[in-house]
């Protein structure tokens, strides 16, 4: 069982997964989200995943993330062995190396938004002062420079949207994982995340994974993975140039 995090550079994988499956429910609720899953994401992209509603696009990210146990198959990120590790160990491996932006923002709404920004960097043994300046450094990034002290309830969907986003960068994990990150933001709003995150993306030993059903920020992608039914249908690659489809 190898739950060592060694370098990344030995293939230039940050995420492997290798026939997984997933299945929630029994009897006539039995649902098969994932059904023999492949999936690949390298070092130094911006990967996004596409496809139907229910498809198992949120399931897939959060095997991943180490939130959702699978039943068979193989996950590594960043050849942290998931599916041999400990609840406490993946707990750990993902405060310090995973950003996750959830579908449905899940903030905190009893704190602040530098508090909830802060959240990672606390957890990681950062000092309240120093992870509170860092918080309201990363909102600026995001154009939420104003709003640090306000409760998440006094923000718009995207500007809460946008804390969620602060928040998976704050303490600068290796990958992030974002569920439908513009589904609240206008156009010139989404962009400039997409920039951000991109630039993130390409920074060394990163990797960014966006599942979206947004055409408007498809050119941001280097690689896009077609999701169907539980499994990955399609990968093409640098579907700004036009959807070169390179395997099944
Ligand atoms: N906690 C759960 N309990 C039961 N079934 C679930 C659960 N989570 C997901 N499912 C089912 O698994 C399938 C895949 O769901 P998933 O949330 O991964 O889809 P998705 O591709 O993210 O969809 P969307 O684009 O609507 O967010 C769906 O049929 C869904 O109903
Ligand atoms: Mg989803």
Do not use: W
């Amino acid at each position: 069982m190898n739950t060592e995090i060694t370098n990344n550079s030995k293939n230039g994988f940050a995420v492997q997964v290798r026939n997984v499956t997933k299945t929630f429910g029994t009897g006539e609720a039995r649902t098969q989200a994932l059904k023999g899953v492949d999936f690949d994401a390298r070092e130094g992209e911006l990967l996004m995943i596409v496809g139907p509603s229910g498809c198992g696009k949120t399931t897939l990210l959060s095997v991943i993330a180490g939130t959702l146990e699978f039943e068979e198959g193989e996950v590594d990120v960043f050849h942290a062995r998931l599916h041999g590790m400990s609840k406490s160990a993946i707990t750990n491996f993902r405060g310090g190396s995973i950003g996750f932006i959830f579908q449905q923002f899940n903030l905190i709404p009893t704190l602040t938004c530098i508090e909830n920004v802060s959240v990672p960097l606390l957890i990681n043994g950062v000092s309240r002062a120093i992870a509170e300046k860092k918080a309201a450094e990363v909102l600026a990034l995001v154009g939420l420079g104003g709003r640090g002290h306000d409760r998440p309830s006094n923000l718009s969907g995207g500007q809460q949207q946008r804390v969620a986003i602060a928040r998976a960068l704050v303490h600068e994990p290796k990958l992030i994982i974002c569920d439908e990150p513009t589904s609240a933001l206008d156009k010139d709003t989404g962009h400039k995340i997409m920039e951000l995150l991109r630039d993130v993306a390409r920074a060394p030993g990163r990797c960014v994974i966006v599942v979206t059903h947004d055409p408007r920020i498809y050119q941001f992608a280097d690689r896009m993975t077609e999701m169907e039914d539980g499994r990955v249908q399609r990968v093409h690659e640098a579907p700004q140039a036009g959807f070169s489809h390179t395997h099944q």
